[in-house]
Nanobody
């Protein structure tokens, strides 16, 4: 079992930046895809960005050019650098680790991001 622990959330003004971290309890080398999801109040959880073991990094259209995802396998950590934040980015951000075979999803407990206008 892999435990994921997010950190770095908080309250920030519009236009500001935050960097989220997701630390895994064991090696993430064997996890095919690491990703960040977010859930705003009253909305479904949505994919923000992911990074595969090959380095491909798809982003949600709403965050392209503002957010950057990266992974450091040596530190078992995934990061989400968030710049030019706006109130629509408010929500609980969850770290996800997805194994392709056998298929399994690991989830962190979430970290709150609040962007004030």
């Amino acid at each position: 079992q892999v435990q994921l622990v997010e950190s770095g959330g908080g309250l920030v003004q519009a236009g500001g930046s935050l960097r989220l971290s997701c630390a895994a309890s064991t090696s993430i080398f064997s996890i095919n895809t690491m990703g960040w999801y977010r859930q705003a109040p009253g909305k479904h959880r949505e994919l923000v960005a992911s990074i595969g073991s090959g380095g491909n990094t798809p982003y949600a259209d709403s965050v392209k050019g503002r957010f950057t995802i990266s992974r450091d396998n040596a530190k078992n950590t995934v990061y989400l650098q968030m710049n030019s934040l706006n109130p629509e980015d408010t929500g609980v951000y969850y770290c996800n680790g997805r194994v392709t075979y056998p298929p399994y999803d690991y989830w962190g407990q979430g970290t709150q991001v609040t962007v004030s206008s």
